[in-house]
């Protein structure tokens, strides 16, 4: 069973900054790319940014040159640093983690619950 604990977000003022971090627990899977997603009232979910096991990034072009993800494999955590946020950037963030069961190498997909981050004009 692999649960994720998503800390960090919150309110901000447009130009702020905010760090989301998102730590997996739990046991029998290998990891293969982590990740944090967004979601507005009436929206999809969105891609924010991803970071493979072996340090591969994507971001979406909104979030290019303003946000930073990284990971810490001793830790189980991925990281969002969110800088010079804009009110577009408001919504719910979501960590995602996608890799295998060792037993059976089934796919695996896990989802955080979500936390709100909320950027004031």
């Known amino acids: 069973q692999v649960q994720l604990a998503e800390t960090g977000g919150g309110l901000v003022q447009a130009g702020g900054s905010l760090g989301l971090s998102c730590a997996a627990s739990g046991s029998g899977y290998l990891m293969h790319v982590m990740g944090w997603y967004r979601q507005t009232p009436g929206m999809q979910r969105e891609l924010v940014a991803t970071?493979?096991?072996?340090?591969?990034?994507n971001y979406a072009d909104s979030v290019k040159g303003r946000f930073t993800i990284s990971r810490d494999n001793h830790k189980n955590t991925v990281y969002l640093q969110m800088n010079s946020l804009k009110p577009e950037d408001t919504g719910v963030y979501y960590c995602d983690l996608r890799g295998r069961t060792t037993q059976d190498n089934k796919y695996l997909e896990v989802w955080g619950q979500g936390t709100l981050v909320t950027v004031a004009s």
């Open positions: 970071v493979t096991a072996i340090g591969g990034k």
